[in-house]
């Protein structure tokens, strides 16, 4: 399902977040994506990009007929787009300027680049002492390797998370996405800087909050951490399997599908097992401790049994005997999929410079004021006169002279 339009998407949408002002100085993905979950609810997310080319994210991934990438038209959307050299003595201070007139900074440049513009977090606290800055950097700004770079490839390596990825007589392998720890640190910002918003509206002070890329995917990884303090214990890698569930994994079906299979407690299996009409199986194996010890056993009897089978025959068995299986989708099941058009996950636009755009819509889904469309990633500077002619009062002779002297 797709709005009407992008009026009629605001008009439904008062915006949870009207009022707070965002400068989105950071590049590629991840303390950006905070920014656009923040736009996506209302927030005036201000885009600063260097005059020069701007963010790199302008050309990773597919390049559209505008020159901008797909990644750029979709998770730089509801951002104004402003450029400002911050290196320069005027970009520097015209900077200040729009700190007092804000309330969230969001960065992800190395540890100390800012400290060494005077654009760090106590210098612009002083202009603006409610102003909340979000820093995410590759390990965090304290400890040995806080200076290092790193991507979300390296976040996943040092998190432990590669490690898991792969089968068990192969090699890591990327887990999934190459950018996930990108786009869950930008979610883990934006609770950040909610809860410091929060925090602010009862003390009056703002606040920086400091995230390292691998932290946002360390924490997601269940038990790996208190079961090696614990007993020793190093989860390797399992291909599709989990570590402490049978059957629970990837199965293929007769005419070649893949599909997924939780069956994530000793009910789930009872009904598997009813369902495969093998209901002795759950007297055999009636705890999940006893089916871990019996993995590769039952695993080949839930395949035989899928391998019999179609993938409309899967499908309809465990939906009516409540045991949870879904197909494994590509990109072009989900499309095709009535799920995603009845929740409207696939938003259709129009923008003005590419024309038809089919973006994910924003999660989640608030009940009285939910996220609206406004606008695509925009161009290079398109909202300079806006932003600074509003917030800085600066006329067309300044902005033109501010242009010239490679500021802007």
């Known amino acids: 399902m797709v709005p009407e ?49 701007g963010d790199a994210l302008r050309k990773f991934g597919t390049i559209t007929e505008c020159g901008d990438s797909l990644v750029w038209m979709s998770e730089a959307r509801n951002k104004k787009a402003v450029t400002l050299d911050l290196r320069s003595p005027q970009g520097a201070q015209m900077f200040r300027e729009l700190v007092k007139a804000s309330d969230v900074v969001l960065e992800n440049f190395r540890p100390g680049t800012l400290e060494k513009w005077g654009l760090g977090y106590e210098a612009l606290r002083e202009v603006n002492p409610g102003l909340v800055m979000l820093r995410i950097s590759a390990y965090g700004q304290t400890g040995p390797k806080r200076g290092e770079p790193g991507f979300a490839r390296i976040a996943h390596a040092f998190a432990g998370l590669s490690w898991l990825a792969g089968e068990a007589d192969g090699p890591p392998v990327v887990p999934g996405s190459t950018s996930m720890a990108d786009y869950v640190s930008g979610m883990w910002g934006a609770i950040g800087v909610l809860t410091a918003l929060r925090a602010r509206d009862q003390s009056g002070r703002g606040q920086f909050i400091d995230l390292g890329l691998y932290e946002s995917v360390f924490r997601l990884l269940d038990e790996i951490a208190p079961a090696y303090a614990k007993y020793g214990t190093v989860r390797e890698r399992m291909g ?52 871990v010890e019996n993995r590769d056993l039952i695993n080949g009897l839930v395949a035989k049994w899928m391998s019999e089978r179609t993938l409309e025959d899967v499908i309809a068995a465990t939906r009516s005997g409540g045991v949870p299986c879904a197909q494994i989708y590509s990109i072009k099941e989900i499309f ?10 696939l938003m259709t636009v129009q923008d003005p410079r590419v024309g038809e755009l089919v973006l994910p819509a924003p999660v989640p889904r608030l009940s009285e004021t939910p996220a609206s469309f406004r606008h695509a990633g925009r161009s290079l500077g398109a909202d300079n006169a806006d932003v600074y002619g509003q917030l800085l009062h600066m006329s067309q002779g300044q902005l033109e002279e501010a242009r010239k002297s490679g500021a802007i």
């Not at 069956?263 to 009636?286: A, G, H, I, S, W």
């Open 5 to 53: 339009s992008n009026e009629s998407a605001q008009e439904l949408a008062p915006g949870a977040l009207k009022g707070i002002r965002v400068l989105d100085i950071a590049t590629f993905v991840a303390a950006p994506f905070c920014g656009t979950i923040l736009a996506d609810f209302g927030a005036e997310v201000i885009k600063v990009e260097q005059p020069d080319g």
């Open 240 to 291: 599709a399997d989990t570590v402490n569930v049978v059957p629970h994994s990837h199965y293929r079906t007769r005419t070649g599908e893949w599909v997924a299979l939780a069956c994530t407690n000793d009910k789930m299996f009872e009904r598997l097992t009813v369902l495969m009409d093998q209901p002795r199986l759950f007297d055999q194996y009636p705890t999940s401790a006893i089916r």
């Open 336 to 345: 095709e999929d009535e799920q995603y058009r009845a929740r409207g996950n």
